[in-house]
């Protein structure tokens, strides 16, 4: 018999015949092997959207575990790239430890990979899952740029504080809470829908902010074979209740004439804008001559005069008309009782052979228009961004000239800067739904997953 003993001097084991034998008190169980099991882990989001180049792209949470282990001992890699060319192994990046970690992809190209996960548990053993990762192309402006997921066709944009904006779809009844400075998904969403009473999309096109009162109009046209909807003639009100990620929105009321009571008072002023043509069976809204609304904001110092900014018809609807707005005086009456609007002097501003994509104003009744094409072709037509005070005696100031080389067009303001500071910036959305964001052919309202489909939010200086 052979004894060992450890430093501490005491005789622990004997070896007989072979054979070793604990024989020293106070070890038992505790000198078998560690029993652990088999590791597990989940990811926050199985499908991801990024961009090359882009600053701030989102996160995904990795949450790992294994029974008998210290979380912190866990390795937490990306062992595999179906696609290098669009993101490979080592352009994931995992940080944090223990029980959750964060992991962001920097695309090195346009495309769709998938990314394996892996967990490694401190006996070797592993776990995985995979990351079905989307990469549009580099964008001008990438900086300066953010990528609201969830919805591509964003069209319109009010401010809630805090660094948040509510954010409307033309393709959904669904408005969805942002954080401005970050990438990613919606913070929350509400859908109306059943509220208004309505079945189909509204086509949300143009909103406004009064208080705590945020006014939501639809497009008010033919869709796009020129049948009629009755549901794209609905304008609402939510109310708002905090700000930033505590904002709450709660249905207020609704207004389904809009139209109607425009076409009345065009016909009775002598059809001068052909808004009943423009409205007529079979009509497009997005032509020259056609009726289509995308802007809303309340006239100077004003909280029940509001202004209806027209993306079609032109005035008059030639090629260089001029941009039309007609002031709704009683808009606070029409969705808080019901009453027929009334309207003002129409008013036609030039943007240059534009028309009014969106409208917004601050406090200080400093107005910022985006002016882009009353064609469907919103790619390749220009688009500008003009500066007024909302004297209808007054004409508009071009601030600058919007790119247009990327995909989507501008379509919302979230808020206006004081105009009188050097350097201010404002902050505008594109609405990408046509657009091919991932180089297959797929345009992007008809992904077949809703983390892929985004719109993109940029800062723009825009004074000097």
Do not use: C
């Not at 052979?2 to 038992?28: E, H, K, M, P, W």
């Not at 595999?80 to 944090?96: Q, R």
């Not at 053993?125 to 990438?142: C, F, G, I, R």
């Not at 594109?430 to 997953?449: I, Q, R």
């Amino acid at each position: 018999m052979q004894d060992y003993v450890f430093s501490s001097g005491r005789r622990t084991a004997a070896v007989i015949g072979g054979v070793l034998t604990l024989t020293a008190v106070g070890l038992g169980s505790q000198a078998q092997a560690a029993s652990y099991g088999t590791p597990s882990i989940a990811l926050s989001a199985s499908y991801l959207s990024g961009a090359v180049g882009a600053t701030g792209d989102p996160a995904v949470n990795v949450t790992v575990a294994q029974s008998g282990a210290d979380t912190a001992a866990l390795a937490v890699t990306v062992s595999k790239s179906s696609k290098t060319a669009v993101a490979a192994t080592g352009d994931a990046t995992v940080t944090g430890t223990g029980a959750t970690r964060q992991l962001v992809v920097a695309a090195r190209g346009q495309g769709y990979t998938d990314l394996t996960v892996k967990v490694t548990g401190v006996d070797g053993q592993t776990a995985t899952k995979t990351l079905h990762y989307a990469a549009s192309a580099s964008v001008q402006n990438a900086a300066d740029t953010r990528y609201f997921s969830g919805s591509s066709d964003a069209s319109a944009a009010v401010d809630v504080g805090g660094g948040y904006a509510v954010v409307a779809d033309d393709e959904s009844n669904t408005l969805r809470l942002y954080d401005r400075s970050k990438s990613g998904a919606p913070v929350k969403t509400w859908d109306f829908t059943s509220k208004i009473g309505v079945s189909k999309e509204m086509d949300l096109e143009a909103a406004t902010r009064v208080g705590d009162t945020i006014y939501w109009t639809g497009s008010l046209g033919n869709n796009k074979d020129g049948d009629y909807k009755s549901d794209r003639n609905t304008v609402f009100t939510t109310t708002v209740s905090g700000s930033g990620a505590s904002t709450t929105l709660t249905y207020g009321r609704s207004y389904k004439k809009l139209r109607d009571n425009l076409v009345s008072w065009d016909k009775a002023n002598g059809n001068r804008y052909g808004f009943a043509a423009g409205t007529a069976s079979g009509e497009l809204p997005k032509q020259i001559d056609g009726f289509n609304v995308e802007g809303l904001e309340f006239a100077p110092g004003s909280t029940t005069t509001a202004y209806v900014g027209f993306r079609a018809p032109l005035a008059p609807a030639v090629p260089g008309g001029k941009a039309l707005i007609v002031p709704v005086t009683n808009f606070d009456k029409v969705l808080s009782s019901g009453s027929a609007a009334t309207f003002g002097t129409p008013i036609e501003l030039d943007l240059g052979g534009l028309s009014i994509r969106d409208i917004r104003k601050n406090a200080a009744n400093q107005y910022l228009i985006v002016a882009g094409s009353w064609a469907a072709d919103d790619n390749s037509d220009p688009y500008a961004l003009y500066s007024w005070d909302g004297d209808p005696a007054h004409a508009p100031v071009k601030r600058l000239d919007l790119p247009t080389s990327d995909p989507g067009g501008w379509e919302a303001i979230v808020d206006v800067p004081d105009l009188t500071v050097s350097g201010a910036r404002a902050q505008l959305i594109t609405d990408d739904g046509s657009a091919d964001l991932y180089g297959d052919g797929t345009e992007a309202k008809d992904l077949t997953h809703d983390e892929w489909k985004k719109s993109r939010a940029t800062w723009f200086t825009v004074t000097n």
